[in-house]
């Protein structure tokens, strides 16, 4: 979208308000006018109100140590890898979210995809 004489961080800081709900609506109504300049500055602020320091660091330990339950068919465990994921930002790199993904499987599992594979799961690309 194109608007004449407006910039885009102009023009996604005028949309903010129509893809928030709830507690962040409530959130950025409660900002002091003018302290949002930027796009960037949003970003900034609405990451440190939702997604502070020690909920980050929690979310990113539970998904780097994500395991396979006993008797849980691999499309449930991957079901709940992804409902995982989108608890988060994109901040962690696809190459350890699929090193983890693996490492957290069960042998029978991993053995299965490896002979998909042919022994070589982790050598193909992380997309």
Not at 1 to 10: T, W
Not at 23 to 37: M, P, Q, T
Request: some cysteine; aromatic content about 16%; overall charge positive.
């Amino acid at each position: 979208m194109k608007i004449p004489n407006l910039g885009v961080d102009a023009i996604k800081l005028r949309l903010i308000p129509f893809f928030l709900k709830d507690l962040a609506k409530k959130w950025l109504y409660s900002l002091e006018i003018g302290s949002i300049s930027s796009w960037d500055n949003f970003a900034k602020a609405f990451l440190k109100k939702f997604y502070p320091v020690h909920k980050t660091a929690q979310l990113r330990k539970s998904i780097l140590q994500f395991k396979q339950t006993a008797n849980e068919p691999f499309w449930k465990y991957f079901e709940r890898f992804k409902d995982l994921l989108a608890q988060c930002s994109s901040w962690i790199e696809k190459w350890p979210l699929c090193q983890s993904l693996y490492d957290g499987l069960k042998y029978q599992t991993k053995t299965l995809l490896e002979s998909m594979y042919q022994g070589g799961f982790l050598k193909k690309d992380e997309d």
